[in-house]
C-alpha cells in the first residue's frame, strides 16, 4: 500500500514548512514573505549550499562579442561576454568572464518591437560543441525547438563560473572574491551557491537585452545544474520560474528517507559542491534544520517545475514528487494550489496545478526534448 504524503511526511520525519523557528504558525502570504522565507534562506546558506560573499560585482560589463542570424533566419544568436573583477589583492584584482549564448525569435516586424520570455539554462560540460558554434540545436538543448515554440533561450557553462573540480577553492570565483587571509568559513559558498551566482549575473545581462523579457524568464538545469537552478531560482525573485530536471540528492529530492544517493555520498563524491558545514550530516539526515521541500517553497508563488526519469533511481523520483507535494503550503498561502492532492503520475503524464507542474518520464538520467516539451507545454500561457 502506498503511504498518503502526510505519513510519509511523518515516517521521514520531515520539519515542518509553515513553523518558524519561534515556533509560531505562519498563517499568511505576507508573513511568509516577510518571516518564514527569509529564515529558511539563512537555513540552506549556512547549512547546505553556502552563503554568496557579493552579488552584483562593482565592476562589471557585458560585451557583445558576436550577433548573427540562425536558423534561416528564424532566430538571431548572440554571444555576450559578462566581464567582472573581483576584489582579490594587488593591482587589479582577478578577473572574471562568462560567455553568454542568447538565441531570440527574429524580429517580427510588427510595428511595437516584440521582448520574448526565455529559458536560462546552466551547462556542465553537456554543450562544448555549441560552444564552438558547431551544432546549436541538442537534445539536451533543442533550440530550434525552443524558437519555434515562442520563447529565447540563453545558456551559461558552469566552468566558467567555477570549474567543476575540489581544488580547494582556489579557482574560478572563489579565488576571486574569497578572502584568503584567514581558513574557510563552514557556511563559506561551495561550487553550487557559486554556478547560482553566476546565474545572476546572467539574469543582469538578460535585464539589459532589448530582446528578452526579463521578467519572463525561467531558470532551469539538469541534475547538478538543477540543484542549481533551485538555489538560484530560491535566492533570486527576478527569475518568474524555475526547472529542476532530475535533481536529485540535495535538490528537488527530500532527503529524509530517500533512496538512491544519500548526504554522505554527495559529500564524499564531490566534496567541493556545499558548504563544509553540510558535512555535518552525512549519515545524519534527520538532523537537518531543513529539507528540500523548503527549497521548492522559496520558489512561490512563482512558477517551479520538476520532472523525473523512470530509471534514475540515484536521484529518486518518488522524494522530488513527494518534496513538490510538500511545498504546496507555500502556494496556498497565496491563494494558489499545488499538485499536494493528486498521487504519483503514471509515466509520461504531466501534471499542471497553478504554478507547479510534473512529469516523470520513461527512460534514464539525462536532459532531452521531452523534457522540453512537457516544460514548454507546462509554460505555455503561464511564463
Ligand atoms: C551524479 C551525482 C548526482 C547528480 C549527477 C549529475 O554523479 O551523484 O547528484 O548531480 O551526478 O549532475 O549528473
Redesign the pocket.
Known sequence: MQLSKEEQSVERSIPQLLVSLDGNEIDSAGEWMERRRPELLELFAEHVYGRQPVSRPQWMIFAVAAQEPCFNGRAVRKKIDIHFVGDGEGESGGQGRIRLTLYVPADTGEAEKKRWPAFLLLD?GRLSAVREGESPSTPFWPVEQIIDSGYGTAMIAAEDIDPDEHDGFRNGVHGLFDPNDRPRDGDAWGTISAWAWGLSRAMDYLETDPDVDSARVAVIG????G?TALWAGALDERFAMVVSNE?????AAISRGKAG?RVH??NT??PHWFADNYKRYNEREEELPVDQHMLLAMIAPRLLYVSSAAEDE??DPASEYLSLQLAEPAYRLHGLGGLAAAPFPELDTPLHAERCGYHIRAGR?DLNEVDWTYVLAFAEGRL
Open positions: 556542465h539538469h541534475s547538478r545544474g540543484k535533481s536529485g540528492c540535495t535538490g544517493e555520498q554527495i563524491a564531490f540515484w536521484a538520467h
